[in-house]
């Protein structure tokens, strides 16, 4: 009876296994998190560069002061707040550097963040490493004209490859060290 018991209940999550696409990996399930008030959610759109994959979360234009713990700054036209997911799929550490990244305006002027309201929002400065399948969000803030709008997020980053058959070879990372992101 008992082994009846154990070879039916194998074959019950074989079946169940098989029409469930067994194939797929297991997932985390993380909770949904609420958009910050004033911010637009944006879909889940993954843009590859290296072997580093970057999401924008949200955006949030027309801020006209930054506020932090220590202190506050007017713009003099308009911060833009965008939110940043990094995702490391490689086995080796790659950096990031926060001040290289730019904001395209739809006149195709680029900005870079904006130095004050990155301190004053104590949001991250410096290169930053991601560690193997490291995922971190972060935000950039930036100062542009007032009536600008916003076309695109350009990153700038580590295009090298970890794959142990590119570093043997000696292989060149990719040329291509920016990706234009839509906003």
């Known amino acids: 009876m008992r082994r009846a018991l154990i070879a039916g209940l194998s074959l019950l999550t074989a079946a169940t296994a ?58 003099e036209g308009q911060y833009v707040r965008v939110r940043l997911l990094i995702d490391n799929r490689g086995r080796d550490r790659h950096q990031f550097v926060p001040s290289r990244q730019t904001l395209v305006t739809a006149d195709g002027r680029a900005h870079r963040p904006d130095h004050d309201a990155m301190s004053v929002s104590r949001s991250v400065t410096g290169t930053q490493t991601l560690a193997r399948e490291e995922r971190r969000e972060l935000d950039l803030w930036f100062e542009i004209p007032a009536a600008a709008t916003v076309r695109a997020l350009r990153i700038t980053g580590d295009t090298t490859s970890s794959a142990l058959g590119d570093q043997v070879s000696g292989a060149p990372a990719d040329t291509a060290r920016t990706v234009d992101i839509p906003l």
């Open 18 to 75: 098989a029409c469930s696409g067994g194939d797929e990996p297991p997932r985390y399930d993380t909770p949904a998190r609420t958009a910050r008030p004033s911010e637009t959610p944006l879909p889940y759109r993954e843009t590859r560069l290296g072997e580093l994959a970057y999401t924008v979360m949200a955006v949030r234009t027309g801020i006209k002061e930054v506020i932090g713990s220590h202190g506050s700054i007017p713009a």
